[in-house]
């Protein structure tokens, strides 16, 4: 009788911990740690997930395009360009319409704590010692930890890539938003 229970014991602890969760798996990552390998399945993404990850990838892709552009205030072409004027033109051409200046864009979204970024974010930025408004703007264009790359144009390099942990960037930082 002892050991029937134990037995059944046994089977309900093995049975009855599981999650009742149900999750949706769709790919399969294999990762390599030291010679052996192992397979991991990834939670499926929501339909609605996979079109927010899609815009912004076009985004950030439309505005990769501009890499280079030298800087031109109020320009929104091939010739030249403004941090805002960036943001402005990979928003329209696809398709969003958006504010054509970084503090009118600072007021559209949801905001987000730093650890929420995600690509396709915006980043909002005080670069002046005496104004007092936001006066530029980022496109998230890579998350890897606590390293966030974002896509501008500066008035001295022109349309570039930089990381928000690079000690200006960073100390002129004022909100992430979210607008897709």
């Known amino acids: 009788m002892l050991k029937k229970s134990l037995y059944f014991l046994c089977l309900l602890l093995v049975f009855g911990c599981g999650s009742s969760k149900k999750r949706t798996y769709s790919k399969t990552r294999t990762?390599?740690?030291?010679?052996?390998?192992?397979?991991?399945?990834?939670?499926?993404?929501?339909?609605?997930?996979?079109?927010?990850?899609?815009?912004?990838?076009?985004?950030?892709?439309?505005?990769?395009?501009?890499?280079?552009t030298r800087y031109k205030f109020g320009g929104i072409t091939?010739?030249?360009m403004d941090c805002s004027g960036l943001i402005f033109i990979s928003l329209k051409e696809n398709d969003i319409s958006f504010p054509r200046v970084s503090y009118q864009m600072a007021e559209q979204g949801k905001r987000i704590k730093l650890t929420q970024i995600e690509?396709?974010?915006?980043?909002?930025?005080?670069?002046?010692?005496?104004?007092?408004?936001?006066?530029?703007?980022?496109?998230?264009?890579?998350?890897?930890?606590?390293?966030?790359k974002f896509i501008h144009s500066t008035t001295s390099r022109g349309v570039i890539v930089s990381s928000l942990r690079e000690g200006y960037w960073n100390h002129a930082f004022v909100k992430a938003m979210r607008f897709l």
């Open 31 to 68: 990762v390599s740690v030291e010679g052996s390998t192992e397979e991991t399945t990834l939670p499926k993404k929501s339909k609605k997930e996979e079109r927010k990850n899609s815009k912004a990838n076009a985004i950030v892709s439309t505005a990769l395009t501009f890499s280079g």
């Open 78 to 80: 091939k010739k030249g």
């Open 119 to 148: 690509k396709g974010d915006l980043l909002f930025f005080k670069t002046s010692k005496r104004g007092k408004r936001i006066n530029h703007v980022g496109l998230v264009v890579d998350v890897k930890g606590v390293d966030v």
